[in-house]
């Protein structure tokens, strides 16, 4: 859950992390790789030797450093490329694990360790994922240009919503994917408002509006309002009806995603609207 610093705004949390890597991010991912990769508690031969193995070919194929420079005892090449995944650049890390993957010969382990740091990169809320045994960023550059485009609105009402929507979807440690949606579509909601000059205007009647007033496309508008209808259902999103397992980040996200760009859209249709702020 969200520590009391956080829920008070002395500490904001943290957001999606896209181009670059926090200390806790990197801790997990170093846990996982020294766990399932080069498998430090393994107390077995097989193990032991497994690991040299994998520590060798990380030493000589990935950082591409001559093998009479590595110590040899498995101890002191442990110590070695443990100061260098805590040094390398972010997305270094980020090359090692797929590296690590790709060349970890028991099969097992090598799917236990993709689901442990997909695990990871959900939890500390990264923008890539193991995705068919490489990494991917699941929140493409489009999508973030969204996002901040949007956000840098001179609507209020609008942002306040969309900040809520992102943070709710961030939150490490609690995250809330039914009110992210909730918010995403109150965010539309807001703008629609505004461009109609109608304060309490249901978003169907402000599509309605701004469809004959502006000529956005009817497909687009019958669009949103079946979005709104889906968030908006009694026993639904809306009214938090749905757990987890139903509502999840995929949801949340494709919804804020949508919404930020539908908002951009309709600004882009409604230049005048700014003479109403």
């Known amino acids: 859950m969200a520590l009391f610093s956080e829920r008070e705004g002395i500490r904001p949390r943290k957001a999606l992390q896209i181009d670059g890597m926090d200390q806790d991010l990197r801790n997990d991912l170093w846990n996982a790789f020294i766990y399932f990769i080069l ?12 690991s040299e193995i994998m520590t060798r070919k990380i030493w000589m194929h990935f950082f591409n450093l001559p093998f009479h420079d590595l110590y040899e005892s498995i101890d002191g090449s442990f110590g070695q ?6 040094q390398i650049e972010w997305y270094r890390v980020y090359d090692i694990i797929e590296f690590s993957a790709a060349y970890c010969d ?5 799917e236990q360790f993709i689901n442990a740091c997909n695990g990871v990169l959900k939890r500390q809320v990264s923008a890539y994922r193991f995705v068919n045994g490489k990494i991917a960023q699941i929140t493409s550059d489009q999508e973030i240009s969204e996002i901040e485009e949007a956000l840098q609105g ?9 900040s809520k929507a992102l943070g709710l979807l961030s939150d490490r440690e609690n995250p809330d994917y039914s009110n992210s949606i909730k918010e995403s579509i109150s965010a539309i909601e807001s703008m629609c408002r505004i461009i109609s000059q109608k304060e309490k205007a249901k978003l169907s009647d402000a599509l309605d509006i701004i ?7 009817h497909a687009l508008k019958s ?8 968030a908006s259902d009694e026993g639904g999103i809306r009214h938090g009806a749905f757990g987890e397992s139903e509502v999840g980040f995929d949801e949340a996200k494709f919804m804020l995603v ?20």
Request: net charge positive; with cysteine.
């Open 39 to 50: 498998r430090v508690t393994g107390h077995s031969t097989r193990d032991r030797e497994e």
């Open 81 to 86: 490329i443990r100061k260098r995944f805590f």
């Open 106 to 110: 028991r099969d097992e382990m090598r």
């Open 154 to 162: 001179p609507y209020q009402p609008v942002n306040g919503h969309l």
């Open 211 to 217: 469809e004959k007033e502006h000529h956005i496309h």
């Open 223 to 230: 669009a949103f309002d079946k979005l709104y209808g889906y």
């Open 258 to 277: 949508s919404c930020l760009a539908f908002v951009n859209y309709l600004i882009s249709k409604t230049p005048s609207v700014k003479d109403q702020i």
